[in-house]
């Protein structure tokens, strides 16, 4: 049988190949062995994605970020000490992309037309699967790194084509996750522009003040690229009912994501193990559920995996070894009950759907 189109609505790739020094275009086994021995990231010799583990999986397109986050003196997060050094490591992000696509292992989607492209490409059984490019399209994560709201006009024009105010912790347009309070008035100025471009905004990582606000002043696209639900997992990083019933009244399509702090509430970064929880895939598909309930149908779920998001195999589900294993969701969405139709709709059918009426002709 052959596998599904994926499309994965959040991936680091380039953070982590510039960041952890990771030549994705590697085979996993590779990537591991040469971190075997080394100590300077928890995630060290754990990877679960490279390039051609993406194409194993049939992940053939994905939204692609770019992050770097601004760090204030008085904040005990890392980050960069200036606007201006954050945007230089985004613009290194970029140089990696542009790299990979002259290398043939990537390219850009920027249209509706791309974007269509792209799924003809990885719809040709013609052509196997280890040949084809990763098709990408780039977000923001987090806007810290626009020195001031005139780069966003840069941002776009280079391909940015979804943007998120706020990552971790305060922030320049907007604080973040395990932060309170409202959007700042840059980012209130940085909303009218991305409106004036019709961007897709993200709005995973906000504040629930922030939420609201992006959601009453922002009037285009918007979607939660790695959101789960607050419901099942009770922190202020997951959607709560309002918020999700918000954006599925807005057309939104939430990105369910595969760290285990975001689908057990027993999980402690850098203490607990998968394994001895049992936090398996399957756990994911409770958060999809619940969303789809409030929904009454399966429009508005998909995958955001967040795979290489600072962590690997030592935070993630322990029946996952790598990217290609999402391809394990077709049997589990079966047996839970979902049709062949919801699952088109889970692995591509519904980011394909809000791209098309968003992205540009």
Avoid at 248 to 269: H, N, P, Q
Wanted: aromatic share 8%; net charge negative.
């Amino acid at each position: 049988m052959s596998k599904r189109l994926i499309i994965d609505g959040h991936l680091d790739l380039a953070m982590n190949a510039i960041e952890w020094n990771r030549d994705l275009r590697l085979e996993l086994r590779q990537v591991r062995q040469m971190e075997m021995h080394m100590k300077d990231k928890p995630d060290r010799g754990k990877g679960t994605v490279t390039l051609p583990e993406l194409r194993k999986g049939k992940v053939g397109i994905v939204v692609a970020t770019q992050l770097a986050r601004y760090s204030p003196p008085d904040s005990a997060l890392p980050g960069w000490n200036s606007p201006q050094q954050a945007w230089a490591m985004t613009q290194g992000q970029l140089a990696w992309y542009r790299e990979m696509e002259s290398a043939g292992e990537m390219r850009q989607i920027l249209t509706r037309e791309d974007l269509d492209e792209m799924v003809a490409l990885w719809g040709n059984e013609a052509m196997p699967d280890s040949d084809k490019p990763i098709g990408y399209i780039l977000s923001l994560e987090g806007a810290d790194s626009l020195v001031d709201v005139s780069y966003l006009e840069k941002a776009y024009a280079y391909g940015v084509r979804a943007l998120g105010l706020s990552h971790f912790g305060p922030g320049r347009y907007a604080p973040g996750t395990k932060m309170e309070g409202p959007i700042t008035p840059l980012g209130e100025e940085l909303l009218e522009a991305m409106g004036r471009l019709n961007m897709i905004l993200d709005v995973t990582h906000l504040t629930d003040q922030g939420f609201d606000q992006a959601m009453d002043l922002y009037k285009g696209p918007v979607w939660a690229s790695h959101h789960n639900v607050r419901k099942i997992v009770p922190n202020q990083r997951q959607l709560t009912d309002p918020q999700i019933k918000r954006l599925v009244e807005r057309g939104a399509v939430i990105g369910g994501m595969l760290d285990c702090w975001a689908m057990d509430i027993r999980f402690i970064d850098t203490v607990s193990d998968p394994w001895q929880l049992d936090i398996r895939l399957e756990q994911l598909i409770d958060h999809w559920d619940h969303i789809c309930q409030l929904a009454g149908n399966t429009h508005h779920v998909a995958i955001g995996s967040d795979l290489d998001g600072i962590f690997g195999t030592e935070q993630s589900p322990w029946d996952l070894n790598s990217v290609a294993d999402l391809q394990k969701f077709e049997e589990l969405l079966d047996k839970r009950g979902y049709s062949s139709e919801d699952i088109d709709r889970i692995f591509h059918g519904n980011w394909l759907r809000f791209l098309r009426a968003s992205l540009p002709v």
